[in-house]
């Protein structure tokens, strides 16, 4: 990741941070390393065994590569639990792990900005979290033609299934196949589904449900949940969809993704509520949470099919002091000094024997916006050029007001 | 990583890279998992086998967790050298991870901050390094009794070496003794000098010159590079120590490290001259190179001892909109909105049953400067309540003027 690139992705970084901080959402960080039994029975199997780099520490024990950051939060929220005050809002941006092959819009580190709410069970908490996810996009330049937020409810979900006979048992399974129904195509749907063993009326009922749009008013929750969206003015960017069901283990109630408009189904971002997590680490605790992730990759393509990579250039001095001639360095090292302890960023040319117009079109290659030349003759007279690298003009400035012509 | 010591680091991150923006560094990344090959050869062989990490990709290739970044950057250079301009500044902060028993001041995972100046060979690119080493410690509120900075040189040392009589076999293996010096005693220095097979009376010349002091007179490259920190006025930070010799085999040139004055034996900071890294990876390029870095572990440690931990505290709301019931949730999310749009931190207690004091003591904790109060009466009449939480006074404002009463 070359400067470019950097710059880019810094430019990402601080969108994200702005965002937590208009929130009120604090930072924390966990571990990289982390024990692998965090993960075991929270997040699907399948996460853990075939998708996490695995390392022996020096007592062998077994360590991950983190897939995610959830786990690691309940885990840390339910050791310090008597000590913090709840409702908790919490912010992550880190490295996480995926042990896969790389393709498009999945590498195998990339950065992910979890935002989390602790402690309360309340709609408004998810409605707080929904906003969230929209200001990000929002803050990123993109618009209601650019972004879906679909969501649903797991709650909501098991009692539909269970009203249409589906028992405890395959609760998971059928759950599970929902989720991955964008992956596989609808014959290999209801094949999967049959092969549960599950009637055909009741995969008719199925069917039909899921392919039907669904209004607030199926049920209280989402009833309640769009007034306050709508309160907030973000119920437009909201829409009630039964396939969204996610994939983690842990999630009991709101579920949700962003999604890209008319582009690919990959989800630019997704979340839910987890009430029963912390408990898992701590089981005299409940601690209801609800939070998301994404990522810096997803999010990166997104802006670039939508044509909303913004003009972001890497960082480089304010000022290149050329030097001519070893016996000019004790001039230039002092002026470099005034710059600098007065906050004007500026680099010294670190080579005494390369002509001034090379030095001149190194600040222009560079995008440095001026340059001090700095001769004998200037040194006689006591100035010292200023030159402006865009309109090529340039003064000449007493040593002594240098540091207030290039902070006017 | 709780809120509280994750501002502390924060506020550690955001100095150095204020640094690097002063003295004109362009960020970069790369990545953590890396081919180990661009590790052998080219790091000390310990590091590489007993000090790191190890996974196995999906093509069984054998990466490393990254020990240090400056292989990766010399990578990263000689692939786009065409495209690159030099002299190039450049700048990571990123995590390192270390295969080892964690200890104080050495964790399996940290922070390290990497200054690199790469295309100038020339000592004023030295200088420059060195002053942005001085210059972290001095933003971070450190004075001169509370570091120096050793320096030395690997070619002036190895003239020397050579001067004794010590053959170019040795060379290598001696200078590794010379490192590890801190960490045997005087006998077991000794011993391990025999061992090589070196007579007494060259271990004699060479312990008396390792004992004394250096002037930069010892070097015309000591003598040039002490008026440049003159003329900068950082030469009062410095001392050439011929005991500084580094431990990786790159460095050609300068080798330097910070220390703690008064204090333990680690280096706070380390680095030197490496002029024939990137040529490793393609033997047509001749790019010099100068960098060093440094850890957050060992500079969190260092301003502890030495009483520098500034006041930070993690992100809070500027505002908490209290929330009164459930009828006044619509106008609450209605000011949550109107206080974000305006740029204004704040956060809406999620729950709509918990009684006024309860939500007051809330924001007192989590150290929130004003809360908004907004009951039935306040509805009718149209205004807010805006309380001071430091103060403990509330003003009744018309909703249209909330926002340039938080603002003033």
Redesign the interface.
């Given at each position: 990741?070359?400067?470019q690139d950097?710059?880019l992705?810094?430019f990402l970084f601080e969108t994200l941070k702005n965002v937590?901080?208009?929130?009120?959402?604090?930072?924390?960080?966990?571990?990289?390393?982390e024990d692998i039994q965090i993960y075991l029975n929270k997040t699907s199997k399948e996460l853990v065994e075939k998708q996490t780099?695995?390392?022996q520490?020096?007592k062998d024990q077994t360590l991950i590569?983190r897939p995610e950051m959830t786990p690691t939060l309940a885990r840390?929220i339910a050791k310090?639990a008597g000590e913090?005050?709840f409702?908790l809002?919490?912010?992550n941006l880190g490295?996480r792990?995926r042990?896969?092959?790389p393709q498009k819009g999945r590498e195998?580190?990339f950065y992910q900005a979890d935002f989390d709410?602790l402690g309360?069970a309340?709609v408004?908490?998810d409605?707080?979290i929904l906003?969230v996810a929209i200001?990000i996009f929002l803050s990123l330049g993109a618009s209601k033609n650019d972004f879906i937020l679909y969501l649903n409810s797991r709650s909501f979900m098991e009692q539909k299934l269970e009203g249409f006979g589906i028992g405890k048992k395959d609760m998971k399974t059928i759950l599970n196949l929902i989720d991955k129904q964008d992956k596989i195509d609808e014959p290999t749907f209801m094949k999967l589904l049959q092969e549960v063993g599950i009637g055909s009326s009741v995969i008719n009922d199925l069917q039909s449900f899921l392919t039907k749009p669904l209004s607030p008013a199926a049920d209280p929750y989402f009833t309640r949940l769009f007034?306050?969206l709508k309160?907030?003015?973000i119920d437009s960017y909201c829409q009630i969809n039964p396939n969204i069901v996610r994939g983690l283990d842990y999630y009991t109630g709101l579920v949700f993704e962003v999604k890209e408009k008319g582009g690919t189904m990959r989800a630019l971002l997704g979340g839910g509520r987890y009430d029963n997590l912390v408990s898992s680490f701590d089981s005299k605790l409940s601690i209801p949470g609800v939070g998301f992730a994404t990522s810096d990759v997803v999010l990166m393509e997104f802006l670039k099919e939508k044509g909303l990579i913004p003009k972001v250039k890497?960082?480089?001095?304010q000022v290149l002091i050329t030097?001519l001639g070893e016996d000019m360095?004790?001039s230039c090292?002092?002026i470099?000094?005034l710059l600098?302890s007065n906050?004007i960023?500026?680099?010294?040319?670190?080579?005494?024997n390369r002509k001034l117009d090379k030095q001149l079109k190194?600040a222009d290659?560079?995008n440095?916006p001026f340059a001090i030349i700095l001769g004998p003759e200037e040194t006689q007279k006591g100035i010292v050029k200023v030159k402006d690298m865009k309109t090529r003009e340039q003064k000449e400035v007493k040593k002594e007001e240098v540091v207030k012509i290039l902070k006017s």
């Open positions: 990741m070359y400067p950097k710059a992705q810094d937590a901080v208009l929130f009120g959402f604090a930072s924390y960080d966990g571990p990289i390393l780099f695995q390392v520490d020096k590569l840390m310090k913090l005050t409702p809002r919490l912010f490295l792990f042990y896969e092959a195998r580190e709410l309360s309340y408004l908490a409605m707080e906003a200001a007034s306050y309160n907030y003015g890497p960082n480089t001095s030097v360095v004790p090292v002092e470099a000094k600098r906050g960023s500026c680099e010294l040319y670190p080579s005494s190194y290659r560079q440095i």
